[in-house]
């Protein structure tokens, strides 16, 4: 089974996957935590060119091309085997976070974005994905503040430093995502503090995994 978390920056995802760890590991299933980018050693070196801040000059195309080399090489070196070994795999972003930053807030075409990601994804696809979601404001407020306590790394803010115009593009992408998969996603409202969060999604995931 294949679990994904979304949300804009400061939306708590890295919180709550490791609440859900937690719920999984009590039940009694493996259940494996990663991320996209940098789930994988490759990946880790494409991460730090994507967040890199001084890469002000990245094309967009270069990043959307560079969130799919990470992706396929994500899937294909751990994603499948471990789903293969029959555990639980969570994963810190996925596909969705293409469609909305890449198409959505940079523009880019929504058909090559879907077809890059059918390619990278064969027919592999979330069983449910978790979408934690909250105004621009308090999200970016959350990560500049875990950014400056060093909670946050300072050397991945390319996308912090957007606009919040860009931010509230994100936003309603995902909302609009989310509404055309009303089955696949679950939509939690991440401005309330992360317990109550815990809770919304445990409820869910009691209903997905006895
Ligand atoms: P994070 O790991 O701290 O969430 O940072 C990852 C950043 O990369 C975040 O700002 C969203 C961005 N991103 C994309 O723009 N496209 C993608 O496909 C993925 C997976 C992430």
């Given at each position: 089974?294949?679990?994904?978390l979304?949300?804009?920056e400061?939306?708590?995802k890295?919180?709550?996957?490791?609440?859900?760890?937690?719920?999984?590991?009590?039940?009694?299933h493996?259940c494996?935590?990663?991320?996209e980018?940098?789930?994988?050693?490759?990946?880790?070196k494409?991460?730090?060119i994507?967040?890199?801040p001084?890469n002000?000059a990245?094309d967009p195309?270069a990043?959307?091309?560079?969130y799919?080399a990470?992706r396929?090489?994500h899937?294909?070196?751990?994603?499948?085997?471990t789903l293969?070994?029959?555990?639980i795999?969570i994963?810190d972003?996925f596909?969705?976070?293409?469609?909305v930053y890449?198409?959505?807030a940079r523009?880019?075409?929504?058909r090559?974005?879907?077809?890059?990601?059918?390619?990278?994804?064969d027919?592999?696809?979330?069983d449910?994905?978790?979408?934690?979601?909250?105004p621009p404001?308090l999200?970016?407020?959350?990560?500049?503040k875990?950014i400056q306590?060093g909670?946050?790394d300072?050397?991945?803010t390319r996308?912090e430093n957007e606009?919040?115009?860009?931010h509230?593009?994100?936003r309603?992408?995902?909302?609009?995502?989310?509404?055309?998969e009303?089955v696949?996603?679950v939509v939690?409202?991440a401005?309330?503090?992360a317990?109550?969060v815990r809770?919304e999604?445990?409820e869910r995931?009691?209903v997905l995994?006895?």
């Open positions: 089974m294949l679990i994904t979304e949300g804009i400061g939306s708590g890295t919180t709550q996957i490791q609440y859900m760890a937690e719920y999984f590991r009590a039940k009694g493996d494996a935590l990663t991320k980018p940098g789930g994988t050693g490759i990946g880790e494409i991460r730090s994507l967040l890199n001084g002000h990245m195309l990043e959307l091309l560079l799919a990470d396929a090489q899937i294909n070196e751990m994603i499948i085997p293969k070994a029959g555990k795999v994963c972003r596909h969705d976070s293409t469609i890449q198409g959505f523009g880019l075409d929504m090559l974005i879907r077809q890059l990601n059918s390619l990278v994804m027919d592999l696809s979330p449910m994905t978790f979408l934690l979601d909250l404001e999200g970016l407020k959350r990560a500049w875990q306590n909670s946050r300072e050397s991945e996308f606009k919040l115009q860009f509230e593009k994100v309603n992408g995902y909302l609009a995502i989310a509404r055309q009303p696949r996603f939690v409202d401005s309330k503090d317990e109550q809770a999604i445990l995931l009691t995994v006895k």
